[in-house]
């Protein structure tokens, strides 16, 4: 039986009052999360999720909430009180089940599925594309080449295809409603992994939400906009920090985007309960 102990990690960084907590997508690893986290001047664990880089793989069939509450274990073996929880696409859908049901500061989604039979296409080619016009990007392209659309059903061994059908037709849309952390929603509007109006439905079903979309972007928005999502992020993260952890005051989430998206406009669209730009 996997436990927390057969997880692999890294763990880096600066402001130990949080800790950001990053989630890969299918298929990927830890390396995948880390030209985030590396741009970031935090506290930062990146997992490789079981089954994924040098995290053991289960010898069971685990579900999205058996990934959230392996995720949770470590964590708290780390003894890490409070978390940003960042996941993409198959990661975020753990980050959506964790959210759930265990505390979190706050959370960033980046083309994160929940609904069942979201579409699946092999997206290497265009993700490859989009990278090569992005100045500064030549070792990120070379790393793609090797992770992005490498790991499919037809690749995956027996348990992880188990595992990949199992997450393919869970839906936790009532348990994406019990959110009630600030959450920041991240999509590119030409993902065809997982539509953008996914992303238009989840912050309709969390309460304290905000979606950006980045125009022109994939499934792999985050690579693809990298430096304006760090901006947004850093921005994200600053907001009401040290009121938040000193004094435990609930911040409005919709005074910070009706602030804040705006300075991006030239990047990106906002769909907000504020309306689009």
Known sequence: MITFKDINYIRYGNNK??????????????????FIGDKLDEDVLIIDLPGFGKSKEPDTVL?????????????????????????????GKIALAYAS?????KLVLLASPFKSKENKINIRTKVLKKLKKVPG??????????????????????????????HVNLDITEDVKKITCPTLIIWGDNDECVPVS????????????????FEGCTHYAYLERLD??????????????????EN?????????????WGKYHNCCTSYGKYGSK
């Open 228 to 245: 304006q999502l760090i901006r947004i992020l850093n921005e994200f993260f600053k907001w009401c920090g040290d009121d938040f952890y």
């Open 63 to 91: 579900s999205i909430y058996d990934y959230a509450n392996l995720v949770h274990d470590l964590i708290s073996n780390l003894e890490i009180k409070n978390i940003i929880l960042i996941g993409h696409s198959f990661g």
């Open 137 to 166: 990007l030549n070792k990120l392209e070379e790393f793609a080449k090797k992770h992005i659309g490498s790991t499919d059903y037809k690749n995956a061994s027996g348990i992880m295809r188990e595992i990949l059908v199992k």
């Open 17 to 34: 009052n949080r800790t950001i907590v990053m989630l890969h997508g299918w298929g990927q690893n830890i390396e995948m999360m880390k």
């Open 198 to 213: 996914d992303g238009k439905l989840l912050e309709k079903l969390i309460k304290d939400s905000g979606l950006i979309v």
């Open 101 to 105: 049901k265990y505390k979190v500061e």
């Open 248 to 260: 435990t005051i609930r911040c409005d989430f919709w005074w910070w985007y009706s602030r804040t």
